[in-house]
């Protein structure tokens, strides 16, 4: 119905009756109805000739991007994950193989591609309770462990921005937190791996409202607690680079970021018993 509305803007702005819109196409004058009022799924064809009809080529790339993505744009959990944790896992390691460049930002949670085994346990354990899921646990961080082989693909690069708060949340137990964060350490090695961190006295630029995955610039990837958004059309891709690219200047790299890192595990080790 959203994509019908936009088509009917067009025509509206380009002064056409629907009828009208339709002689010009040689179209019966129901289908513009149809398809306005989202009774009838446009093909890409379509779309070409409404655009180009009513003098609107230039919008063109972004109606059929939402056309591409009509059913996966705002997918719920409990269809994603209908089948169980694992399957999710296998269709993201189709799009990992796929992509380029990841550019990543998280503000609560450490990524996914990022996480020690224990730590994805304890956030699929989450899932499995909230979603009321069949507990396939095991094959899910199998396959979360699987997926991080990418790393050494030479042909991949990897750009990662967490906030220090995604270091400190105690979405685990300590010993966990303490092994996820020395992970991070580690992978911020890798030649083809950025890590930045931006730390609680940083001032922001653009505000951390929640995270998501940028892959290449073909898709953005936005999870929220019931569904994962999609999104596809240029002008939402651009948008999301900027930011990402924002947020990106003000985090700390290098010898700055594993200084925040290590000033956060010596915190969380000072809670564990002193023997």
Avoid: C
Avoid at 136 to 153: E, H, M, P, S
Avoid at 205 to 213: C, D, K, L, S
């Amino acid at each position: 119905m959203a994509l019908g509305g936009r088509l009917r803007e067009l025509r509206e702005q380009a002064g056409l009756t629907g009828r009208k819109l339709a002689e010009s196409l040689s179209w019966h004058f129901s289908k513009i109805s149809k398809i306005e009022n989202g009774k009838q799924k446009p093909s890409e064809d379509d779309i070409k000739s409404w655009t180009k009809a009513t003098g609107r080529e230039d919008e063109a790339p972004a109606l059929l991007a939402s056309l591409r993505t009509l059913e996966v744009q705002h997918a719920e959990w409990q269809r994603i994950l209908r089948g169980g944790i694992r399957p999710r896992q296998n269709s993201l390691a189709e799009l990992d193989q796929k992509t380029q460049l990841f550019r990543v930002f998280e503000s609560t949670v450490i990524p996914g591609l990022l996480q020690t085994s224990e730590y994805a346990r304890a956030r699929f354990a989450e899932s499995i309770r909230v979603f009321k899921l069949a507990n396939d646990i095991n094959d899910a961080v199998a396959g979360r462990l699987k997926r991080q082989d990418i790393f050494y693909r030479p042909d991949k690069r990897f750009h990662f921005v967490l906030t220090e708060a995604a270091l400190r949340f105690r979405l685990s137990t300590v010993p966990v937190m303490l092994g996820q964060l020395d992970r991070l350490v580690s992978i911020s090695a890798l030649p083809n791996v950025k890590l930045g961190i931006i730390g609680f006295d940083t001032q922001y630029t653009a505000a951390p409202w929640h995270g998501f995955w940028l892959y290449d610039e073909e898709k953005v990837l936005v999870e929220t607690y019931s569904a994962a958004l999609n999104l596809a059309q240029p002008q939402e891709i651009e948008l999301y680079s900027d930011v990402f690219s924002e947020l990106a200047a003000v985090a700390s790299y290098g010898r700055a970021a594993r200084a925040i890192i290590t000033r956060v595990m010596d915190e969380f080790a000072e809670q564990l018993p002193q023997d």
